[in-house]
């Protein structure tokens, strides 16, 4: 039995990932088709003056698994530059569509 989201395996009796607390499973999921291309350029999909509008996004880009970059966090002066989270070319418009609803008129810092 394995767990399909830390990949540890556990003899037949478990049914739950102690650390995950998910059920296990009897095969790992294979691993997805590789989208993603190393001579894709970065691309900015999402910029804020908000850092805690920035961390949900991160977030939110963690949780569908879209590997990102930020650039602009300086953190002595939060907020006074503009944060962006960039991704590969390849996954630019599904990073827009999971981060479209935190779309909002920024304010003039």
């Known amino acids: 039995m ?5 990949h540890v395996e ?7 990932c102690a650390e995950c607390n998910v059920e296990l499973v009897e095969v790992l999921p294979t691993a997805k088709p590789a989208r993603r291309h190393s001579t894709d350029g970065l691309v900015t999909v999402f910029s804020t003056h908000d850092p805690g509008l ?6 939110l880009l963690q949780s569908a698994d879209v590997r990102f970059s930020v650039r602009g966090m300086l953190l002595p002066y ?9 991704v590969l070319a390849g996954d630019a418009d599904e990073a827009r ?7 909002a008129p920024e304010s003039q810092p």
């Open 2 to 6: 394995y767990c399909p989201k830390c």
């Open 10 to 16: 556990y003899v037949p009796s478990f049914t739950r």
């Open 54 to 59: 920035a961390a949900v996004a991160e977030s």
């Open 78 to 86: 939060p907020g006074a530059f503009p944060v962006d989270l960039q």
């Open 97 to 103: 569509r999971i981060l479209a609803d935190l779309a």
